[in-house]
């Protein structure tokens, strides 16, 4: 059905418009229910004065969220930061796609609108004309917050008028920021603000955006679960390569902090793999300089430093690596184990006399 309706929505004929967003309607209540059904009874529809949709499902427990989807205009890179008060917001909220767009969808959250609105940004359609053909064909559209964004930089918000307040949402050039159950309506202006200013990646820039949205009140039930996903500009057709950051923090009572921190230390590895493939390529250089900026990155991961001790000891230049090495088997036993098997398996020379060096490091690291 979902491949029919996408045909469908390429050029739809005008007389079958009527039939597809039936069907489309039809798809969102099979597929999901008891999200498309996600307001609250009728004997319970107004919450601090803001009427909700009557449902045969009660919920506490919604995403309210604050959220921001941007592009970055220099690399086309897409991207969407979120945090919630709402265990392991990763799976519900962002939605992206390397060469096609992003989505955030929240309130009563509906993760189709992020399934089927990439799929439909992946025939052509805008994110304009996306949103609007999602809305259209949801009952419970007033209950929905959502945002969406194309490769072209094209942008589309909506903030259904039956959520938690504080709500609303602030579009800019290639970039939209939202917020529900927020502590009030100056969230999501300072979100853009920090956006817009901040110099950096588009990974920076969202985090800005997020630490600038808690900083003035976030969510008023305080914070709990955030996550970020940037992919490239254009698909290699391989999503695992096209995916720069795709990072979760599923509970934790500082989850901002804790996804800079994932996000720095991917940074840092993303070095380390740039410096084991310059090492098999034996481009020494290119690789030394690639684990050096991964150590200054997280000089705390030890497997890091034992990497670039490594790469240095392949390259000959022992009498560099040797302090490194001294100084990881020091605070991290079990490296002079690995570096042992790591002889047989290939990874380091197999000459018996510069592996007894190393593994003298050991010695020396005990007696100091």
Not at 135 to 149: H, N
Not at 240 to 267: A, G, M, Y
Request: aromatic share 8%.
């Amino acid at each position: 059905m979902v491949s029919l309706f996408l045909n469908f929505v390429r050029e739809p004929p005008k007389f079958v418009c009527s039939v597809i967003l039936f069907a489309f309607a039809a798809l969102l209540c099979s597929f999901s229910a008891c999200w498309a059904q996600g307001g609250l009874p009728p004997a319970a529809n107004r919450v601090s004065g803001v009427p909700h949709a009557d449902s045969k499902t009660f919920r506490i427990l919604r995403p309210g969220t604050m959220s921001i989807i941007a592009r970055d205009p220099q690399t086309g890179e897409l991207g969407v930061a979120v945090e919630s008060h709402y265990f392991s917001v990763g799976p519900v909220c962002p939605w992206a796609e390397a060469g096609v767009g992003a989505v955030a969808t929240q309130a009563t959250a509906e993760p189709l609108y992020g399934q089927l609105g990439l799929e439909m940004m992946r025939y052509g359609k805008d994110a304009p004309a996306v949103l609007r053909a999602l809305l259209a064909a949801d009952s419970a559209s007033e209950t929905r917050q959502v945002a969406i964004i194309d490769a072209r930089g094209n942008v589309a918000a909506h903030t259904g008028s039956r959520i938690t307040a504080a709500a609303g949402h602030l579009t800019g050039k290639n970039y939209s920021v939202q917020g529900n159950t927020m502590s009030s309506e100056k969230v999501w202006p300072a979100m853009a603000r920090a956006f817009e200013q901040k110099t950096g990646d588009l990974a920076d820039r969202l985090l800005a955006a997020l630490e600038a949205g808690q900083e003035a009140g976030g969510d008023i039930r305080g914070q709990q679960t955030a996550a970020i996903i940037v992919v490239s500009g254009t698909s290699t057709r391989r999503p695992w390569k096209d995916r720069i950051f795709d990072l979760r923090v599923e509970d934790s009572p500082q989850p901002i902090t804790e996804l800079k921190r994932l996000v720095r230390l991917q940074r840092a590895y993303r070095f380390a793999f740039k410096g084991d493939d310059s090492a098999s390529e034996k481009n020494w250089d290119q690789a030394i300089n690639s684990y050096r900026k991964a150590v200054e990155l997280a000089p705390e991961k030890e497997e890091l430093r034992y990497g670039l001790a490594t790469v240095l000891l392949q390259a000959g230049r022992d009498e560099e690596s040797l302090p490194i090495f001294r100084q990881v088997f020091r605070e991290h036993p079990i490296w002079v184990e690995i570096t042992k098997r790591n002889v047989i398996s290939g990874d380091l020379p197999n000459d018996p006399t510069r592996i007894q060096r190393v593994l003298d490091q050991a010695v020396v690291g005990d007696r100091k």
